[in-house]
């Protein structure tokens, strides 16, 4: 059964850019699983998670609603586990409004 650990933390920006980093100051467990949600304005491809201790983030889910705003969310088994200091989303192509 799943058990709810802790928030990491959340970011949002309205300057254009093709990557959106959250600046951490967890000790995080291995063995645990880290959620990432991201919503974007439409735009950009390709879109890849990344985190300072080299854990392997999955998609797990993509939506578009009508306004065609995208949300994502998107999983990591945490197989490093210590001090994380960045999770990243980074994508193709420059958006404006998004927040993870």
Do not use: R
């Not at 291995?30 to 304005?41: K, L, M, P, R, S």
């Not at 990591?76 to 200091?85: E, S, W, Y």
């Amino acid at each position: 059964m799943a058990t709810y650990v802790q928030a990491i933390g959340t970011v949002a920006s309205k300057t254009s850019a093709s990557s959106l980093a959250l600046i951490v100051v967890k000790t995080i467990t291995a063995g645990n699983t880290i959620f990432v949600a991201f919503a974007t304005d439409p735009g950009g491809t390709a879109h890849g998670v990344t985190d300072s201790l080299g854990n392997t983030y999955s998609l797990v889910k993509e939506t578009a609603n009508a306004d065609e705003v995208t949300t994502q969310l998107w999983s990591a088994p945490i197989t490093t586990g210590g001090a994380l200091v960045s999770i990243t989303v980074a994508w193709t192509t420059n958006v404006t409004a998004k927040a993870m």
